[in-house]
């Protein structure tokens, strides 16, 4: 069985930073890509940003400069560095990773449990 465990969350001022975590475990072949949602109350679910294997990345717009994504090919986790946190980027974050798994053709999606951001003063 794979999951994906995420960490990090919390509480911050505006300007403040933190730090999310995410590891994926089980039986996996590969991981492609990975990466971050976050879904603010009474809105859509949006992307943050993506990283491939091959460390190529894409950001949305609204963290563009502010957030870092990265991962560790080897142990199958995927870092968001979020800077200068703004109380817009109060939200739900997901993590999210397309998997190929041993023994079963195809790949599959899976979500994180969510870990919640809020930034407030």
């Known amino acids: 069985q794979v999951q994906l465990v995420e960490s990090g969350g919390g509480a911050v001022q505006p300007g403040g930073s933190l730090r999310l975590s995410c590891a994926a475990s089980?039986?996996?072949?590969?991981?492609?890509?990975m990466a971050w949602y976050r879904q603010a109350p009474g809105k859509e679910r949006d992307l943050v940003a993506h990283i491939l294997t091959s460390g190529s990345t894409k950001y949305a717009d609204f963290v563009k400069g502010r957030f870092t994504i990265s991962r560790d090919n080897a142990k199958n986790t995927v870092t968001l560095q979020m800077n200068s946190l703004r109380p817009e980027d109060t939200a739900v974050y997901y993590c999210y990773a397309i998997i190929r798994i041993q023994n079963r053709p195809g790949t599959y999606q899976y979500w994180g449990q969510g870990t919640q951001v809020t930034v407030s003063s």
């Open positions: 089980g039986s996996i072949v590969s991981i492609d890509p």
